[in-house]
């Protein structure tokens, strides 16, 4: 969540379970894998999730989001992932926190709030 609190910027992850890509149309993967198509989610799915994730604001930056067929999607509980990523925080951030500042300034100077990507 620092990211969005320091930067204005929101981190989600999306972690899918098999997605119907081209991929899986080989014969040889399909004989491997039986059942693909079954327990597959489909692309728009996956990618109408991510959008979800990052539009509606129920969940804030740094949110993981799984999504399986069988599961359904689920967005972990902060607290299992947050103590891991709080030693790496700074370091993950640094690389970042410049680029951003230059950009915010950039549009500062010509009268914009932030750019949204």
């Given at each position: 969540?620092p990211?969005?609190?320091?930067?204005?910027?929101?981190?989600?992850?999306?972690?899918?379970?098999?997605?119907?890509?081209?991929?899986?149309?080989?014969?040889?993967?399909?004989?491997?894998?039986?059942?693909?198509?079954e327990?597959?989610?489909?692309?728009?799915?996956?990618?109408?999730?991510?959008?979800?994730?990052?539009?509606e604001?129920?969940?804030?930056?740094?949110?993981?989001?799984?999504?399986?067929?069988?599961?359904?999607?689920?967005?972990?509980p902060?607290?299992?992932?947050?103590?891991?990523?709080?030693?790496?925080a700074?370091?993950?951030?640094?690389?970042?926190?410049?680029?951003?500042?230059?950009?915010?300034?950039?549009?500062?100077?010509?009268?914009?709030?932030?750019?949204?990507?």
């Open positions: 969540m990211a969005e609190k320091e930067e204005g910027v929101k981190v989600c992850a999306v972690c899918p379970g098999l997605v119907a890509t081209p991929l899986w149309d080989d014969p040889g993967l399909k004989a491997q894998f039986p059942g693909v198509e327990r597959s989610l489909s692309a728009s799915t996956v990618a109408n999730a991510m959008l979800s994730l990052a539009e604001g129920i969940y804030g930056g740094g949110c993981i989001m799984t999504l399986t067929h069988e599961d359904g999607m689920k967005v972990l902060e607290d299992e992932y947050w103590a891991l990523f709080e030693r790496v700074d370091t993950a951030y640094a690389p970042v926190r410049e680029p951003l500042k230059e950009e915010r300034d950039v549009g500062a100077d010509n009268g914009q709030q932030g750019a949204v990507l």
